[in-house]
C-alpha cells in the first residue's frame, strides 16, 4: 500500500489525485474484495473503481473506491477461518 504521488491523476478524468488516499496494486485489491484480477479489471473499465497511473504507467486502485460500490457478487463477507 501507499499513498498518492505528485504526478498521479485519476484514470477516468485525469484529474490531480487527492492527496492522503490510499492506493492499492489490482493484486491487493483482488485479494481484499476476494475476487479475481480479471473482476478488478473489467471494474476500471466500467469505471466502478477510481484509479490512478503512475507515472511508470502502472495502475493503483483507492482504496476507498474498493468498497464505495455495492459489494461484489463474488465478494464474501465471512471471515477468512470458517469454514
Avoid at 469505471?47 to 493503483?60: D, F, H, M, P, Y
Amino acid at each position: 500500500m501507499r499513498t498518492r504521488g505528485a504526478n498521479e491523476r485519476c484514470y477516468v478524468c485525469g484529474a490531480a489525485a487527492l492527496q492522503g488516499r490510499v492506493l492499492i496494486d489490482i493484486d491487493e485489491a483482488a485479494d481484499l474484495a476476494r475476487c479475481s484480477r480479471s473482476t478488478i479489471e473489467r471494474r476500471i473499465r466500467q469505471s466502478r473503481l477510481e484509479c490512478a497511473k503512475l507515472a511508470t504507467g502502472e495502475t493503483r486502485i483507492y482504496l476507498d473506491s474498493l468498497f464505495r460500490d455495492p459489494p461484489f457478487r463474488e465478494f464474501d463477507l465471512r471471515p477468512l477461518d470458517v469454514v
